[in-house]
C-alpha cells in the first residue's frame, strides 16, 4: 500500500538528484541558473507527468511552478534559489526548508494568491 505523500516524496528527492547530475555534467566557464518545469501531459487517455529543465545565464523571473538553482562550477556552489521557486509544485526536504521569518517571501506568497494557487 502506497502512503500519502510517499510518491511527492519521492519525486522531490528524484528531481534534486536529476538538477546535481544536470549540474555535474554541463561544462559551462559562467555561472548559471538550472530552471525546472512539470506539468501533466493529458490527451492520450492516462496524465503523464512532462518535465524539463534547461541551463539559463540569465537570472530568470520568478514564476509559478518553477524550481531553480544557481550553479558557479568555478566557486563549487550549487543553490537552491528558493525566492525565484514560487512555490514549488514538488515538495522539498524538509531539512531544506525554514521556519525563521527572515526567511519568507511576502511576494511569492502574494503573487500565490493573486494567481488563487494558495488558500490561507
Keep these: 500500500m502506497v502512503e500519502i505523500g510517499e510518491a511527492r516524496e519521492q519525486l522531490g528527492r528524484d528531481v534534486w538528484a536529476q538538477a546535481e547530475k544536470f549540474a555535474n555534467q554541463a561544462q559551462s566557464d559562467k ?50 534559489v528558493p525566492e525565484l521557486s514560487a512555490p514549488p509544485d514538488v515538495p522539498l526536504d524538509p531539512s531544506l526548508m525554514s521556519d525563521a521569518s527572515q526567511d519568507a517571501f511576502p511576494s511569492i506568497m502574494a503573487q500565490g494568491r493573486t494567481l488563487n494557487a494558495l488558500h490561507s
Excluded at 512532462?50 to 531553480?68: E, F, I, N, S
Design 31 to 80: 555561472p548559471y541558473y538550472i530552471v525546472y518545469h512539470a506539468k501533466w501531459a493529458r490527451g492520450s487517455g492516462t496524465p503523464t507527468l512532462k518535465w524539463a529543465m534547461k541551463a539559463d545565464t540569465q537570472r530568470p523571473a520568478a514564476m509559478l511552478g518553477l524550481l531553480v538553482w544557481y550553479v558557479d562550477q568555478a566557486q563549487g556552489i550549487f543553490r537552491f
